[in-house]
């Protein structure tokens, strides 16, 4: 029984083997003009044959020893490439990316090396998220892997919306290059870039962003720009001074910061919403979007902000983070932090 099984084995390995080597020598033609793309598009189709060929009937045990015998051939002809880990990662690139009109648009721009990194994400929404803001704003794989890490897609204001919600808004990212502000604006803002002791005043913080203005603009998305710091506006007989302005090239409006160290009060909304309408009234273009604010504390209290409805006034209140807590930490936080905003979303 044990013979027949493995000459079973090894006509099947034999017939995948000579399909997807069939495949590698028709794709090497085109390599030399697009090796990237090429490539990717060949990992997935590999993935695609192995997975209804081999693995459709989810037969484990079989499956791994099909795709180490077919491993150990195509590694002796093409190289440590189709190892057998690899092999499993092509098969999870098929079917995490099941649609190839997507990874023949993807892989223009995004290499192997970024695929294997998303295939280890295990939710589709995320999956989308990553793989649209890498296209964006043309990550590298470390930037990638360093974003995940920091758990960016939780951080943002969009993943606490309806999931069709999501779905729409990357879709206008990657089709139309239109990015929403729930996109954009996140909670919290990670700054441990910034380096800074136990004790610092807001003028030490203000200092500490502007000397590592690049890694902080960097946190906010690369369409973020600098305009200047301490902006003085006149109101009546009052000079006032917003700490930091921005402008979104994809928003296209005016981003203003103010930064305060303790938790956030409601007073704070009245100054910002002049400081918007000011702003709008003066320094907004024709063709741009009205002006938002993001206030950066150091605590805030979630039912406070939400009385207030701030988002009605175009301000986002946010926490930042000077040290980086244990992942664990900050993904307990911020997934029940989601779950309290579907829920409420729900309810309405």
């Not at 029984?1 to 080597?21: F, G, W």
């Not at 406070?304 to 926490?319: F, M, N, P, R």
Request: aromatic residues 10%; charged residues 30%.
């Amino acid at each position: 029984m044990s013979d027949v099984k493995a000459i079973n084995n090894s006509v099947n390995s034999n017939k995948i083997y000579t399909a997807i080597s069939n495949m590698i020598l028709k794709t090497k033609d085109n390599i030399r003009y697009n090796l990237n793309s090429e490539m990717v598009v060949l990992y997935w189709n590999i993935g695609k044959k192995i997975r209804e060929e081999v693995l459709l009937d989810n037969r484990a045990e079989y499956g791994q020893e099909v795709v180490k015998e077919l491993s150990d051939q195509l590694r002796s002809e093409y190289g440590k490439g189709f190892s057998k880990r690899n092999l499993f990662n092509m098969i999870k690139f098929y079917d995490v990316f099941s649609n190839e009109g997507i990874v023949q648009t993807l892989s223009a721009q995004l290499s192997w090396s970024h695929f294997v990194e998303l295939i280890r994400i295990d939710d589709h929404l995320k999956v989308e998220f990553y793989a649209t803001i890498s296209v964006n704003e043309r990550w590298s794989v470390r930037v990638l892997k360093e974003r995940i890490n920091s758990m960016l897609y939780e951080r943002t204001v969009l993943s606490k919306k309806p999931d069709q919600t999501i779905s729409n808004d990357l879709a206008e990212l990657m089709d139309n290059g239109k990015m929403s502000t729930d996109l954009f604006l996140r909670d919290p803002y990670v700054l441990d870039f910034l380096e800074l002791q136990d004790t610092y005043s807001e003028k030490d913080l203000e200092n500490a962003i502007l000397a590592e203005l690049e890694s902080f603009m960097f946190e906010f998305g690369r369409e973020f720009t600098f305009v200047g710091r301490q902006q003085r506006i006149t109101i009546g007989d009052r000079d006032y001074y917003i700490d930091l302005l921005f402008y979104h090239r994809k928003l296209k409006r005016l981003v203003l910061i103010e930064l305060k160290l303790g938790e956030f009060k409601p007073e704070h909304k009245g100054q910002i919403e002049l400081y918007l309408r000011w702003l709008d009234k003066n320094e907004k273009n024709e063709g741009e979007e009205s002006p938002i604010g993001i206030i950066l504390c150091a605590e805030k209290s979630q039912e406070t902000v939400e009385l207030l409805e701030l988002d009605k006034s175009g301000i986002h209140v946010a926490q930042y983070l000077t040290q980086l807590p244990p992942k664990e930490v900050l993904e307990k936080k911020l997934h029940k932090a989601i779950e309290r905003a579907k829920y409420r979303l729900n309810e309405k």
